[in-house]
């Protein structure tokens, strides 16, 4: 969960402090570990990649546009000091495909390292070695989904460095986990340093955004990120100089670092356009870019935090701030159904089968009044052949368990009558199968709407999961491309409103904690 900033700290103090941190670099270190990446990259590092290379801060994110030399400046700073006996740098992308792509953070270190006689792979470290003279540095490359995972592969590790290459993938508790491995033995003359790039968007944009970005005045000027970036990219104005923006510290680091006796440490973030990167052909990048979608376009082609989907139904806006992070309790649950029986094959993109765990939540706003809370818990989906499909349904509602009832779509006529009878005698044996009749008039929109009008009232409330993003995504993006995820919660909430018992709703549920990532916000 990401951690409140501190209020406390002023824009003048942010300030004196970053001043002071930039004060304290070493000349003679900053001239050895420059000299360092220039040894082991084949191309000069960009002015602002150079700003990157030389911050002293603790925790650096280097993000925006698509194209702005983030990985490279990435991979530049895990070597500035393999000179250094004994020194190791992690370097991380959230899956093991991302990360074994050619162009990927690995990929571009086996171009620039091959044959130097300095460098040598390692599979055991799945890393590269670098000699020294002493005892080898050593810059280690690896991956996860999940924290434990990553937990589980890097319990006990040790880096003076630790870089994550496209943040805004990442799930916050995943990516702090990884500040418990950063650290040194007395004796390794190199700072800790957790550095991190990435774009606009991601099932992590919300905290991205809320850690490095919301916040974030010029260490100098003391003028706001996005009012600059705004300015920069309406009017052309210059970005302040040097480009580097400072964030303060969350209370808990605050709190913390009182009880040790040491100063608390701000974040630091520096914006990148696809223009910072001399080595782009910027001109065919952009005929790509114009191909996108209009919030994907200003994302990627302008590096916009703020850049968030609206359709004609529903809007990124409606889901801002309604995200929790537990199932709350006092809940009738339902699990939706809308099947679709096809895998993809030959590039097809068929629908998905799609199960949404909908609820209503009785909350009490005041000693007299109550309110009907709309809850989508949890969405399964697949796309997967009839023979499948069974098992995974199944498998789901066990997972639900018996008190959650599940709602299938009738079809008219009597296919749709044996098709119903099939799943409640022997799919869903045991459970409460009740159905829901197809709309008749109006299309598809019209089973959509009473959702939509609990949304336009920001009552519709998530539990944070991975399928946040896309099923946002999905509604905003209607009625143009899938709709399986809005049908399925739209039949689950219709049929809860004409049947959900408020006897079995609790008028004084256990209020859940509200989950700060806003996966919808990409």
């Known amino acids: 969960m990401n951690q409140k900033r501190s209020s406390g700290s002023s824009s003048a103090s942010l300030t004196k402090l970053a001043r002071r941190r930039l004060g304290e670099i070493r000349a003679e270190r900053l001239t050895a570990s420059q000299a360092v990446v220039k040894a082991f990259v084949p191309h000069q590092p960009s002015p602002l990649q150079q700003i990157f290379l030389q911050h002293p801060g603790y925790e650096v994110f280097f993000g925006g546009a698509a194209g702005g030399g983030k990985s490279d400046a990435l991979l530049m700073a895990a070597l500035q000091f393999v000179d250094v006996p004994g020194y190791s740098a992690a370097l991380f992308r959230l899956k093991k495909t991302d990360l074994y792509m050619e162009s990927s953070i690995l990929g ?49 590790a040790e880096f003076q460095m630790v870089g994550i290459d496209e943040l805004g993938q990442w799930r916050e508790p995943n990516f702090l986990y990884l500040f418990s491995r950063v650290r040194r033995r007395v004796g390794v003359n190199v700072p800790l340093r957790v550095r991190g790039s990435g774009n606009p968007g991601g099932i992590g944009h919300e905290w991205v955004k809320a850690r490095y970005i919301e ?55 520096i914006p990148s356009f696809n223009t910072d990167n001399p080595g782009l052909d910027l001109a065919a990048y952009r005929e790509g870019l114009s191909r996108l979608d209009v919030v994907t376009y200003r994302q990627l082609e302008d590096g916009d935090f703020d850049a ?37 094959a030959d590039g097809s993109d068929p629908d998905w089968s799609v199960g949404a765990k909908v609820g209503i939540q009785m909350v009490k706003i005041s000693a007299d009044v109550t309110q009907k809370r709309v809850i989508i818990a949890n969405i399964r989906r697949a796309r997967l ?52 009749s197809k709309a008749k008039g109006g299309g598809k929109a019209m089973a959509w709407l009473p959702l939509v009008t609990q949304a336009q009232q920001r009552n519709v409330w ?6 946040n993003q896309e099923f946002i995504r999905e509604l905003c993006a209607l009625p143009v491309g899938h709709d399986d995820q809005a049908d399925a919660a739209s039949q689950g909430y219709n049929w809860l409103a004409r049947n959900a018992s408020d006897e079995r709703l609790s008028e004084e549920p256990t209020r859940p904690t509200e989950h700060s990532q806003f996966a919808g916000q990409l």
Do not use: C
């Open 108 to 156: 571009r270190a086996r171009q620039w390292w091959a044959g130097n006689p300095r460098v040598r792979w390692d599979d055991s470290l799945h890393g590269f070695r670098f000699a020294t003279g002493g005892a080898d540095a050593t810059i280690h490359f690896g991956y996860g989904e999940t924290l434990k995972e990553i937990s589980d592969k890097y319990q006990g």
């Open 215 to 269: 916040n974030a005045k010029h260490i100098t000027e003391g003028s706001d990120v996005r009012s600059d970036t705004r300015e920069h990219r309406t009017r052309n104005r210059p970005m302040p100089s040097p480009r580097v923006y400072v964030s303060p510290p969350s209370q808990t680091e605050v709190d913390r670092a009182a009880k040790h006796g040491r100063e608390p440490s701000p974040t630091f973030f």
């Open 308 to 344: 968030i989907f609206s359709g004609k139904y529903f809007n990124a806006e409606m889901f801002a701030g309604r995200i929790l992070g537990a199932e709350p309790e006092g809940v009738q649950w339902v699990r939706s159904w809308d099947t679709a029986a096809t895998a993809p």
């Open 385 to 436: 052949d009839p023979s499948d499909l069974d098992p995974f349904m199944r498998t789901t509602s066990d997972m639900d368990g018996p008190e959650v009832s599940v709602v299938l779509e009738q079809e008219p006529g009597s296919a749709g009558k044996i098709a119903v009878h099939g799943f409640s005698t022997n799919t869903f044996f045991g459970r409460h199968v009740v159905t829901q």
């Open 462 to 467: 998530l539990v944070a999961g991975d399928w």
